[in-house]
T-cell receptor
């Protein structure tokens, strides 16, 4: 199985600040995604991280709030900007291997609390 | 909007009991996946079902994909405390969408008491 490591695993941040979450995947992964999950709840896709170009955002998510970079095949970052308590959630990085669309791998998640 | 309705949302049972979790949608999916997530971890894939009517078994877990590829079920036989976790179903390729985009159900939080 593909290996995905994500950091930080958790953080407590002041409102109005920004946090950047890093995701490193092994070379098997070709597509990368960012999800948000309320504890014990479903996952919501934020965006698809595209290598060397702007991410593709889902409805309800915008680049100014959640800028995403993917400078190479195996690394991506998600920034949560100008945070408010409503941004408190678990953020998950995910990847799919080339040609194996039916299997998604996930990082351990970043639990963010905004105070 | 594609929705996956998952039920029950919460389930607390005793060790040794059987249980079934359901995942239903009005959309047809090219595949449906089941994940299990433990606290502080990301979801881990249990199984993918692709063919309508397909049944897959993973030890004490039995997964079924509906004939119309709109619904699925997960049955656990003789549940053990180690089965405790959040079970999530996810559909791919719903309503002709991209196969790599997953729509997740809300999850079933299972607690198996010793």
């Amino acid at each position: 199985s593909a290996v995905i490591s994500q950091k930080p695993s958790r953080d407590i941040c002041q409102r109005g600040t920004s946090l950047t979450i890093q995701c490193q995947v092994d070379s098997q992964v070709t597509m990368m995604f960012w999800y948000r999950q309320q504890p014990g709840q479903s996952l919501t896709l934020i965006a698809t991280a595209n290598q060397g170009s702007e991410a593709t955002y889902e409805s309800g998510f915008v680049i100014d709030k959640f800028p995403i970079s993917r400078p190479n095949l195996t690394f991506s970052t998600l920034t949560v900007s100008n945070m408010s308590p409503e941004d408190s959630s678990i953020y998950l990085c995910s990847g799919i291997r080339q040609g194996v669309w039916t299997e998604a791998f996930f990082g351990q998640g970043t639990r963010l609390t905004v105070v | 909007t594609q929705l996956l309705e998952q039920s029950p949302q919460f389930l607390s049972i005793q060790e040794g009991e059987n249980l079934t979790v359901y995942c239903n949608s009005s959309s047809v999916f090219s595949s449906l996946q089941w994940y299990r997530q433990e606290p502080g971890e990301g979801p881990v894939l249990l199984v993918t079902v692709v063919t309508g009517g397909e049944v897959k078994k993973l030890k004490r877990l039995t997964f079924q994909f509906g004939d119309a590829r709109k619904d699925s079920s997960l049955h656990i036989t003789a549940a053990q405390p180690g089965d405790t976790g959040l079970y999530l179903c996810a559909g791919a390729g719903g309503s002709g969408g991209s196969n790599y985009k997953l729509t997740f159900g809300k999850g079933t939080l299972l607690t198996v008491n010793p």
